[in-house]
């Protein structure tokens, strides 16, 4: 059994910052590799950012690159998003994921958090 819960998020003006944080629950944690998806009303659900189980390799969408700092914790159990720069076009429902297989967390991963809201005003 994987869970993962999410915490952060909110309502920030562009140019501000925000941290999103997500813990997973599962027996052997340090396996998984983490990621960030994103979904704005009346869109499809996109790759944010991702980072391998032993942090060391990171990826990030286009769109976020040089903003956007993912990081993670395997003492902890949890992983970060660092949300510098934003714009109102980074409004979104957050989700965090994990997969043990890194081509798939970046595009169909095994387990979702709950998500959570961020809102970026103008």
């Known amino acids: 059994q994987v869970q993962l819960i999410e915490s952060g998020g909110g309502l920030v003006q562009a140019g501000g910052s925000l941290r999103l944080s997500c813990a997973i629950s599962?027996?052997?944690?340090?396996?998984?590799?983490m990621g960030w998806f994103r979904q704005a009303p009346g869109k499809e659900r996109e790759f944010v950012a991702a980072?391998?189980?032993?942090?060391?390799?990171?990826y990030y969408a286009d769109s976020v690159k040089g903003r956007f700092t993912i990081s993670r914790d395997n003492h902890k159990n949890t992983w970060a998003l660092q949300m510098n720069g934003l714009k109102p076009d980074d409004s979104a429902v957050y989700y965090c994921?994990?997969?043990?297989?890194?081509?798939?967390?970046?595009?169909?991963?095994?387990?979702w958090g709950q998500g959570t809201q961020v809102t970026v005003s103008s």
């Open positions: 994921a994990a997969s043990t297989n890194w081509g798939q967390i970046r595009s169909t991963p095994a387990y």
């Open positions: 599962a027996r052997t944690t340090s396996i998984y590799h």
């Open positions: 980072i391998d189980w032993s942090g060391g390799q990171t």
